[in-house]
């Protein structure tokens, strides 16, 4: 009897555990491993490869991001970076986010409104990690996740992404959030010079106090004249006196 007993409490322990390592996969991660936790995840097998293996990528709205490569944000700013599939859907999905140089990033990553239907926070992150997983296994084409920190900090970002039990991608992506350039103070335009008109000149007077050409040649025959009178003048007295 106490055989059978210890049989049973052994079967019902196995299938607690299984249950609840089944119900964690289905309902998010059932861990927050840095490295995508290469064995031991729960998927029973090694992962498949990057995302671009899967046909899967990352993206902030511009541009794909690309391990290997720095990207970088703006503090103060809500940041949308999104999971996409190409070809097939996934059904569950881990991003992990801490610090690069072991800096606390806690509460800087969380599940945007667009997709909180899907994800949720990961409850299996250390307090110095974001963590946002799935919600459920449905499948999914994208997913949405905000990260924001009003302060500059380096950041590791993990991306896991499964597909089925037994096929997950995992990359591992460099960001950083800086203050943006401070911004060039406006130039102050420059005081018009007034403009002084310039003074209307006065009309000069020229008096000449020379005679004129005509007034001299009247002057000429005047005093011709004169003497012409004085002339008869004398010679009539003279006939006078003879007489």
């Not at 140089?101 to 250390?126: L, Q, R, T, V, Y």
């Not at 590791?156 to 203050?179: D, G, P, R």
Request: glycine share 10%.
């Amino acid at each position: 009897f106490k055989s059978q007993y210890k049989m049973k409490l052994i079967i019902s322990f196995i299938l607690i555990s299984l249950f609840s390592n089944v119900l964690g996969r289905s309902t998010g991660a059932p861990h927050c491993s840095a490295g995508g936790q290469e064995t031991g995840n729960g998927h029973n097998a090694k992962r498949s490869g990057r995302l671009i293996g899967g046909d899967y990528f990352l993206s902030n709205g511009e541009q794909e991001l690309t391990s290997g490569s720095h990207f970088t944000l703006t503090t103060g700013v809500d940041h949308r970076i999104s999971l996409k599939a190409r070809g097939d859907d996934f059904k569950g999905f881990l991003f992990r986010l801490s610090g690069a140089n072991g800096e606390n990033a806690g509460g800087i990553m969380k599940i945007a409104p667009s997709s909180d239907s899907f994800g949720k926070a990961s409850s299996m992150c250390d307090d110095d990690v974001s963590g946002v997983t799935h919600s459920s296994s449905s499948l999914k084409d994208s997913i949405d996740v905000i990260i924001r920190n009003d302060d500059p900090i380096d950041l590791k970002l993990e991306v896991t992404v499964v597909k089925q039990k037994t096929t997950w991608y995992f990359e591992e992506f460099s960001l950083k959030i800086e203050a943006p350039p401070p911004t060039p103070p406006t130039p102050t335009p420059p005081t018009p010079t007034p403009v002084t008109s310039a003074p209307t000149p006065k009309p000069t007077i020229t008096v000449s106090l020379a005679p004129s050409e005509e007034a001299t040649s009247g002057a000429r025959s005047l005093t011709s004249f004169g003497m012409y009178v004085a002339i008869i003048s004398i010679f009539v007295l003279t006939m006078f006196s003879t007489v």
